[in-house]
């Protein structure tokens, strides 16, 4: 799922663009992220698919003022592309398709084998799924019944065994403006 990335406090915050849409509202020399159905909407952003993955699209009234995507004035509808940059008042936002390398319990079927040591990943055990490729990697959080906690995706210099994403790529924050 894609996700939108603007600053907060302490950092930069992460938003899942869900497939309803998100809208964004200028409110009070911000902006507020607002349901897509929303009036006060000046802009709206769908994840979309295209050649089956997952993409973000905006829709705009023609010439919002202070609406920028890219340093340019946005069309009524663009496809955004990653680390595209948004600005509305002044204030940045930028669009991600890659969702961050999570360790969590394993939730998939029994009988996946991780993609660094081929052995299988069991229901509960600690694992990180590529959000590129969806392959499977052991990560030794959580001890295993039988010979300890393994950290294949650590071992791996966290990036993906089968399509080598790294977590740096898909952690990526913009950098401060000058």
């Known amino acids: 799922m894609p ?5 907060a406090a302490g950092g930069f915050q992460r938003t899942p663009i869900p497939p309803t849409g998100l809208g964004l509202r200028r409110d ?6 607002v349901g897509a159905e929303d009036e006060r909407a000046v ?4 994840t979309v698919e295209e050649h089956g993955a997952p993409r973000v699209a905006m829709v705009c009234a023609a010439g919002v003022p202070g609406l920028f995507l890219d340093g340019a004035r ?11 940059e948004l600005s509305l008042g002044g204030v940045r936002l930028h669009v991600t398709e890659r969702a961050p390398f999570v360790v969590a ?20 055990d600690a694992a990180v799924v590529c959000p590129g490729c969806r392959a499977v990697h052991h990560e030794g959080t959580f001890a295993r019944a039988e010979g300890g906690a393994r950290a294949c995706f650590s ?14 790529e898909c952690e990526w924050i913009p950098e401060e403006a000058p």
């Open 43 to 46: 802009a709206r952003l769908y």
């Open 28 to 33: 009070a020399g911000s902006v507020a992220l």
């Open 3 to 7: 996700y939108l990335i603007m600053r």
């Open 155 to 168: 071992y791996r210099g966290g990036a993906c065994a089968d399509c080598d994403l790294s977590r740096a």
């Open 74 to 84: 946005p069309l009524g509808v663009e496809l955004l592309g990653e680390r595209a």
């Open 105 to 124: 319990p394993f939730v998939g079927d029994a009988g996946h084998r991780c993609a660094v040591c081929a052995d299988a990943v069991e229901p509960g």
